[in-house]
């Protein structure tokens, strides 16, 4: 009867192969059961099995992170952290050193009471901590192969271009007043080769030359404009482009219906006012980057002024004095 039992035991144990797990259900115990027989009850088998596979079938499907992007610009305000610090360990970055000026170096380490770099020109230094007011990572002016720091230039590509501009209205204007009412081209008072080297040159030049002027400013990436300026510059100097087209065909192309007395006057005025249009974005863009720097260098940080009223009291001649002030 033993010699029975004991093969019907060996028949209905589980196969060896369940047991052979080298995960946390091999080793869970629990000490208010009774492990005097070296068994465990089923179900609360299965079910450690089954956690065990759902969570290791949870990390299989996990997503893996998305990777940070690291090329875009990024701007640390004083005091940084030492985290920040770390991360831009060994990293090409612009230093806003207060007012001392903007540095593209090359940073090393940081402590309480310095910051360590390395000058491309000027080797390994040093500057206190409290000195720098702001960090740049991945900024523009620190560009790879870029020799010195890029120089701003709106304002007077602003007042260039719109000279230019307006040297051709002027010219467009003479021209089409020279030919109104004249059909023989050697009676115009200014002949077409005159305006096409003067009027046409300086009506094209004037807008872009304001454009550039303005997109200087952008070697700090934070500055954004006036962009509906800018596209309202754009619109108007491609009508003027277009106008000084349909005259150089006209006059060149031999074809009288472009000929009209006014095409001119229209390209140098497009042109004109795309210019303006474009320095308004241009000179919004200097402020913005001028604002920018000052913030930099913590000279941008304004005090409001707030009212104050003051109560005071106290003895006055022979008698007792009450006086009410302030600033408002």
């Not at 770099?117 to 500057?127: L, S």
């Not at 720098?132 to 010195?148: D, I, L, P, Q």
């Not at 030049?205 to 596209?231: E, F, M, N, Q, Y």
Request: aromatic letters at 8%; hydrophobic letters at 40%; charged letters at 15%.
């Amino acid at each position: 009867m033993l010699v029975a039992l004991a093969v019907v035991s060996l028949a209905l144990a589980p196969p060896a192969g369940l047991r052979s797990y080298d995960g946390p259900e091999a080793v869970i115990g629990d000490g208010a059961s009774d492990m005097s027989d070296g068994t465990l009850p089923e179900g609360h088998v299965t079910l450690i099995h089954h956690a065990v596979a759902g969570a290791v079938a949870a990390t299989a499907e996990a997503p893996a992170p998305a990777p940070a992007v690291d090329d875009m610009p990024r701007y640390y305000p004083a005091p940084l952290t030492d985290a920040q610090w770390q991360r831009l360990g060994g990293r090409r970055v612009l230093v806003i050193l207060g007012t001392a000026g903007r540095e593209c170096v090359t940073f090393t380490r940081a402590d309480k009471s310095a910051v360590y770099y390395v000058h491309p020109k000027n080797g390994a230094q040093q500057a206190p901590l409290a000195a720098v007011t702001a960090v740049h990572e991945n900024s523009w002016e620190c560009a790879e192969g870029r020799e010195s720091t890029p120089s701003e230039w709106a304002r007077v590509g602003a007042g260039v271009g719109i000279g230019f501009s307006a040297v051709g209205m002027l010219m467009g204007v003479l021209y089409d007043a020279g030919r109104a009412g004249k059909t023989d081209p050697s009676d115009y008072g200014m002949k077409h080769f005159m305006y096409a080297g003067l009027g046409l040159t300086t009506t094209l030049l004037g807008t872009p030359i304001v454009a550039i002027g303005g997109a200087s400013t952008s070697r700090d990436l934070r500055v954004r404009g006036k962009i509906w300026a800018r596209g309202l510059g754009y619109a108007l100097y491609a009508g003027a482009a277009v106008f000084s087209m349909l005259w150089l065909i006209g006059q060149y192309g031999d074809k009288e219906p472009l000929r009209f007395v006014g095409v001119t006057s229209l390209a140098g005025g497009l042109g004109l006012a795309g210019s303006a249009f474009m320095a308004v974005d241009a000179l919004s863009s200097r402020a913005e980057l001028k604002t920018l720097e000052r913030q930099d260098t913590g000279q941008g940080r304004k005090t409001a002024r707030r009212g104050q009223l003051h109560l005071g009291a106290g003895p006055s001649g022979q008698g007792f004095g009450v006086a009410l002030g302030g600033r408002f």
